[in-house]
């Protein structure tokens, strides 16, 4: 199983960025993606999850009315679109699924939210 993400970067207070999460290794079209993230010196947090057809999606508090999850399972990828991004939105972030009792990570990648 691998996961990488890809799209982060430094982003001004109200800008907008695109995660990106390629999967292989496993058939992406059964299984559940979750979005998390990590600030500093804090937990690590779920921000967005989406079913295997993307037909069911959930969002934190703090992701709700800004963040959007999709997902295209012909391209094994998905997606997190960030909008009216705030510094407290800075974190790494990381594309996750669970195979039986196992969670899979990718590596992580960091959105810096700053003027």
């Known amino acids: 199983v691998q996961l990488v993400e890809s799209g982060g970067s430094l982003v001004q207070p109200g800008g907008s960025l695109r995660l990106s999460c390629a999967a292989s290794g496993f058939t992406f079209s059964n299984r559940g993606m979750n979005w998390y993230r990590q600030a500093p010196g804090k937990g690590r947090e779920s921000v967005a999850g989406i079913s295997p057809t993307g037909g069911r999606i959930n969002y934190s508090d703090s992701a709700k009315g800004r963040f959007t999850i999709s997902r295209d399972n012909a391209k094994n990828t998905v997606y997190l679109q960030m909008n009216s991004l705030k510094p407290e939105d800075t974190a790494v972030y990381y594309c996750?699924?669970?195979?039986?009792?196992?969670?899979?990570w990718g590596q992580g990648t960091q959105v810096t939210v700053s003027s």
């Open positions: 996750n699924t669970r195979l039986g009792f196992l969670d899979y």
